[in-house]
């Protein structure tokens, strides 16, 4: 099992990103596939999730409107859609089925004027 995320950089405030996530070994469409992020100096923290049966999806509330969370099954990848970019939103952000302990290496987010 494996995932690797990317699409991270540095966007102005108002920027839009939109992170991958490629995973192998598994198929996402068969997992409730998440992201979460973690600030520097703080914990982990849920982001948004699409579950495997209807492609249902939830988030926090602090990016509910601005994030989307979505996965194309042929290429076997999640992507998370970020617009209005916040300095709140800097983070290094992570992907993963919840049904599996794997984590990948994390793709940095920094929003900065």
């Known amino acids: 099992v494996q995932l690797v995320e990317s699409g991270g950089g540095l966007v102005q405030p108002g920027g839009s990103l939109r992170l991958s996530c490629a995973a192998s070994?598994?198929?996402?469409?068969?997992?409730?596939m998440t992201w979460y992020r973690q600030a520097r100096g703080k914990e982990r923290k849920w982001v948004a999730t699409i579950n495997s049966v209807g492609g249902s999806t939830n988030y926090a509330d602090s990016v509910q409107g601005r994030f989307t969370i979505s996965r194309d099954n042929a290429k076997n990848t999640v992507y998370l859609q970020m617009n209005s970019l916040k300095p709140e939103d800097t983070a290094v952000y992570y992907c993963k089925s919840l049904r599996l302990t794997n984590w990948g290496q994390g793709t940095q987010v920094t929003v900065s004027s």
């Open positions: 070994g598994f198929t996402v469409s068969s997992h409730p």
